[in-house]
């Protein structure tokens, strides 16, 4: 689906495109390190198990975990659905993402028939001095359909 972006942000657009390609190939070297680079030093995240921490440090060794125990190995694939501009510096990009080839997932989480996780993930992003940041990071988990 096209994005809500006339030609006032392509670059913007290609800008946080690009970071959210960085990000999975990051996930699917299962490196915490990259994944994280462009998460805000007070960015604020809720997981899919609705835990919410704050800052940059706490998004990368919560993701340096779950890398090393139940995503070790997985496959990441992440499609834009929409980026919106509500200001010149802030963006919201919604993604549906699939996770594959996991070890386990957590108590309550589900992934459909064909074995994927599939979530829905929104992230703000700020543009600071010229660089777009991930200021806020909310995945929710997608409850599989009875019977499917």
Known sequence: MPSATDSRHRGDEAAIRNLIVAATEAWNRGDAHAYSEHFDHDGGFTNILGITLYGRDSFESRHAEI?????RGSRLKQTIRRIRFIHPEVAIADVDAEVSGYQSLPRGVQSGA???LRTQLQQVFLKKRGEWWMVAYHNTDVKPVRGE
Request: glycine share 12%.
């Open 67 to 71: 890398f090393l125990t139940m995503f």
């Open 114 to 116: 064909d074995g994927i």
